[in-house]
């Protein structure tokens, strides 16, 4: 199968720069035959890389030990749901998975593309290639990146998947994350066909609209996913820890999103133009510097792969994009004058800007904070950290801002917002902030970011509310519909609109689970065998834990200890929570990695208790524990779910909503002519 | 084979241990605790390495207060308190922390045992770098460049809106005029929808 899978990738990687280098250099403006070979050379690629991943699957399924990645991340006894996520679980697995995601994404982007944009999907396929043919070279050419490389020996059994990413959560938080980064070449594709093409009208925009909103989702929903799997697998109940990482997951999500919000005046307004572009390159650009930064090893990071030469080929590759874009965007850029101007800035485009720079500041933010060790490294020759600290205290006013305009924009008419206007609209919406906040200290809170967190929440939350509302009575009063079947058509007319206020409500909610998590309360006990602790939550309930005992068992591929704590809130007994120990095994019975910790969670909309088995201080029933009283957090994954819901909705094909954005694209043939009259 | 025996062997001396010793144990434990004493674990080696029993000043706010403000040396990114609480086989969170707790009890302060402990490992340990000198480039240049792109950003949109405004007064000559009420109502309908 190794064969099989070295051959695959040499036929894709030719293929691939076949297509690529005909979508640039070959004459095919004028040969639809060959313009649509170039397109047909996508799913040529996407066809070669299936097999290697076939190829592949049969060596983890086949238990081919001899294949150095399947020894290195697989054993005999590992589940076979784990054998799954094993195919993307090391650096090597993971390259190929890029690649061949890449490329079903690619041919997708041929298939599904109306052929109104015919002009542009050559060149669509060609960057797409070219994209995934780097994957493929890396994977071909970087010391020890192959997947298919074979060892000197076959050992008797692998050494199996890593205790921390046999969990669910790293079935479905990986492949998220990567369906998020990777379907993001696609959108930035059609950026560069359309500059290529020279078609900068909206019609790029439509096209590739659907494909920034899934990759967006993907990343939330990846990052979501991410977030709940180190709050139940790492035991330390936080969700984010600013690992960088972590952080280079929430960069291009941030200027996505600052893409998907500035869009909407380009649709609307035919304006910022240049700055959409650039959006859209910077957010393909931050993708690939994620993976450096998690492929190079060149900041420490608790989630990174192993320190290798792969890093370079992404810093090259990431250099080269770089330049070549905003060289080709330079180059077009008389060709991207926007056609009307600001005429208020307090209007919803000025608050949209403003929400840019909220977005576009966290990003730069973020991402000074995780490459100032390497600079003051370079100008001091000091080694520093930068770690939760340090971004708490520069992003929690960015992302407070971000919250107060996430309940302003809405509220805003376009073009211009009278005096009159923005009093009807604002009242309400402020006093509602106001009441939450003013509750809040009425209930004893005194933490003053925690006032404006909440209170900016009851802001964001009345104005969606009402936005509901005004939509519903209009509609009652017009159409006469009842609330319910006046809300069911207010939202599936405008999906786009409504389900982005769903999402909004998303993230407020998000905000609050935040907010929450910053008064956890904690300790750390020795307990015997029904001896007690007590332990105070943060909304005054007291918690006594009563330790049952340790018990010991073998379980599908590893030795389990199991501590059980029996819980009572304000002396009213709750239930049990069981917290284990996991030595993991190989076929043998040997232990292959040290053991894990698995954390047990009672939760609710108020509170979590959370509970860690450190271990036993004399190899007794005697447990140390670590216990947590964390607020709020279920919010979070509320918050999660309805994200989703929202993103789907605005996804959802048809509605009324696009018109206006198909009113701007020209037809086909007028494109360039137009645009470029306009500008020269 | 040869592992398996001695797995054997150990959890037999375990097991055998854990009945000799168990009543000595228990009675030992049973004068301080009152509470019912555990069985020796089968496998003891499953649940990691033995640990250190908690005392009161593993959670006094004081040492915590400190450790978070040091990351751990072991590589992990964490500061001395979550990594002590959290990853369970780390052997450098728990020897930090009794160094921390050993200071502290000499009467050490706060600012004497993070200085202590940045002259010996560097700068690095601490989790977030000092505000002074280049370090407060680090704090400011994002704010910094945030407030300047607002400002740039105000400044260029105020010249965009005379420019409009300038082309706006321009009278066109093919215009049919313009009845204000009919375009104040216009207005009022635009922004109810809009709304």
Known sequence: ???????????????????????????????????????????????????????????????????????????????????????????????????????????????????????????????????????????????????????????????????????????????????????????????????????????????????????????????????????????????????????ASLLPWLTLTAFLHSVMIQEKRGMLKRWNMALIVGTFLLTIFGTFITRSGVIASVHSFTQSAVGYFFLAFLL?????????????????????????????????????????????????????????????????????????????????FLLFLTGVGPLIAWRK?????????????????????????????????????????????????????????????????????????????????YGGYIVHVAMLLYFVAFTGLAFPAKTTVDLQPGQSAELRSPFGHTYTFTHMGVSQYTALNRRVSAATLEVAKDGVRVGTIKSEKRQHVDSFGQPTFEPSTEVGIRSNLQEDVYVVYAGSPDGTERASYSLLINPLVAWFWIGGGLLTFGGLLTMWPGGPQMKTARRRAAPQSGYAVSMAGAAE | MRRSRRQFLGWTVAATSGMVLRPLVAQDVAADTAQVQGDFLRDPSSVGRLRDTVTAIDNDPAIIAIERQLRCTCGCTLDIYTCRTTDFTCTYSPALHKEVVGMFEQGKSAEEIIIFFVDREGEKILMAPVAEGFNMAGYLVPGLAMATAGLVLAAWLSRRRVAVAASANVPDAAAPPVDPEAMARLQRALDEVES
């Open chain 1, 320 to 400: 080269v994009s770089g330049i070549l874009s905003f060289t080709l965007l330079y180059t077009r850029w008389p060709l991207l004058e926007p056609e009307s101007q600001l005429e208020s800035m307090v209007s919803r485009e000025g608050a949209f800007l403003y929400n840019n720079l909220a977005l576009i500041g966290i990003a730069f933010s973020v991402l000074w904070g995780t490459l100032f060790p390497i600079l003051s490294e370079a100008v001091r020759g000091t080694k520093i950290t930068v770690g939760p600290p340090f971004f708490n205290r520069v992003n929690i006013p960015l992302g407070l």
């Open chain 1, 1 to 247: 199968m190794t064969y099989l899978g070295q051959f695959s990738l040499w036929a894709a990687f030719l293929v691939g720069l076949w297509g690529g280098a005909l979508a640039f250099f070959g004459r095919w403006q004028e040969r639809p035959a060959l313009a649509r070979a170039i397109t047909r050379s996508s799913y040529a690629l996407c066809a070669a890389l299936l097999v290697a991943s076939i190829a592949l699957w049969k060596g983890i399924f086949g238990h081919d030990f001899n294949i150095e990645y399947v020894a290195g991340y697989t054993s005999r006894n590992l589940p076979t749901y784990y054998l799954i996520s094993a195919f993307w679980a090391g650096q090597k697995g993971s390259l190929l998975f890029w690649a061949v995601v890449l490329s079903i994404f690619g041919a997708l982007a041929q298939a599904l593309t109306s052929t109104r944009f015919k002009a542009m999907l050559p060149y669509v396929a060609g960057i797409a290639n070219i994209v995934t043919i780097f994957f493929v070279a890396v994977m071909l050419f970087a010391d020890t990146a192959n997947p298919f490389e074979r060892l000197a020996f076959t050992p008797p059994d692998g050494r199996g998947l890593n205790p921390q990413l046999q969990n669910p959560g790293m079935i479905i938080h990986p492949p998220m994350l990567y369906l998020g980064y990777i379907s993001l070449t696609i959108p930035f594709a059609f950026a560069m066909a359309a500059l290529l093409a020279k078609q900068l009208d909206a019609g790029w925009i439509i096209a590739m609209r659907k494909w920034a909103l899934t990759s967006w989702l993907f990343l939330s929903i990846g990052i979501t996913i991410g977030m709940w799997w180190a709050y139940v697998e790492l035991g330390w109940g936080g969700v984010w820890a600013w690992d960088p990482v972590e952080n």
């Open chain 1, 417 to 497: 917002a009278s005096l009159a206007n923005l009093r009807r609209q604002f009242v309400l919406p402020v006093s509602g902030g106001l009441l939450t906040a003013g509750a809040l200290v009425a209930a004893g809170l005194r933490n003053g970011w925690a006032l404006i967190a909440l209170g900016l929440a009851g802001f964001v939350f009345v104005t969606v509310l009402q936005e509901f509302w005004r939509g519903i009575r209009a509609r009652k009063a017009m159409h006469g519909e009842s609330f319910v079947i006046g809300l069911v058509n207010l939202v599936s007319r405008n999906r786009r609109r």
